[in-house]
T-cell receptor
Framework: AQSVTQLGSHVSVSEGALVLLRCNYS??????LFWYVQYPNQGLQLLLK??????LVKGINGFEAEFKKSETSFHLTKPSAHMSDAAEYFC???????????FGSGTRLLVRP | EAGVAQSPRYKIIEKRQSVAFWCNPI?????LYWYQQILGQGPKLLIQ????????DSQLPKDRFSAERLKGVDSTLKIQPAKLEDSAVYLC?????????????FGPGTRLLVL
């Protein structure tokens, strides 16, 4: 069965600091991996996705993530945090045999001025 | 292009009452999804439609939840009777087709509180 674990329910960074949100997956077959962002009272918006092409994936708003098979990880990073990045971030996995997205429990990013 | 529309945005009911949520997907999107997001958790897929047919409803509590997508466009999700543990945000999403590389576009959700 596929699953996703997000380490840290809350992450706090200063404006301008590096953002690192962790995601580890479990899958018996090569996965497709996604990062979504959810702003308050809004639906989820796709940030980026890995579909077995390049292992370093660039997304919107300056975010990127690197697929590391050996570590079963897909961590999300951004070099410099902005106040507008404050939101909840969800990592999700899907597999080739199903179109179902399985989400992690989310990480709330707080950006301090 | 207009996004996924959902209504109502908020609903408060008492346990054992019934409630219905409505979703209008992005025009031309064949695949529609309903997710349940309980506070502090990630969304969980309840049901997936391809046009007006059900693709996956394995996690839908069928004794109390029902969903339909007549004419392959709008969809309604119903809970009857509601329980306290049904308090959650119900998210609707749509994609152009059913495929692993297809991006799912989410609506703003309906926040349900069962008292």
């Amino acid at each position: 069965a596929q699953s996703v674990t997000q380490l840290g329910s809350h992450v706090s960074v200063s404006e301008g600091a590096l953002v690192l949100l962790r995601c580890n997956y479990s899958s018996s077959v090569p996965p497709y991996l996604f990062w979504y962002v959810q702003y308050p009272n809004q639906g989820l918006q796709l940030l980026l996705k890995y579909t077995s092409a390049a292992t370093l994936v660039k997304g919107i708003n300056g975010f990127e993530a690197e697929f590391k098979k050996s570590e079963t990880s897909f961590h999300l990073t951004k070099p410099s945090a902005h106040m507008s990045d404050a939101a909840e971030y969800f990592c999700a996995v899907s597999v080739r045999s199903s179109y179902k997205l399985i989400f992690g429990s989310g990480t709330r990013l707080l950006v301090r001025p | 292009e207009a996004g996924v529309a959902q209504s109502p945005r908020y609903k408060i009911i008492e346990k054992r009452q019934s409630v219905a949520f409505w979703c209008n997907p992005i025009s031309g999107h064949a695949t529609l999804y309903w997710y349940q997001q309980i506070l502090g958790q990630g969304p969980k897929l309840l049901i997936q439609f391809q046009n007006n047919g059900v693709v996956d409803d394995s996690q839908l509590p069928k004794d109390r939840f029902s969903a339909e997508r007549l004419k392959g466009v709008d969809s309604t999700l119903k809970i009857q009777p509601a329980k306290l543990e049904d308090s959650a945000v119900y998210l609707c999403a749509s994609s152009l087709a059913a495929g692993i590389q297809e991006t799912q576009y989410f609506g703003p959700g309906t926040r349900l509180l069962v008292l």
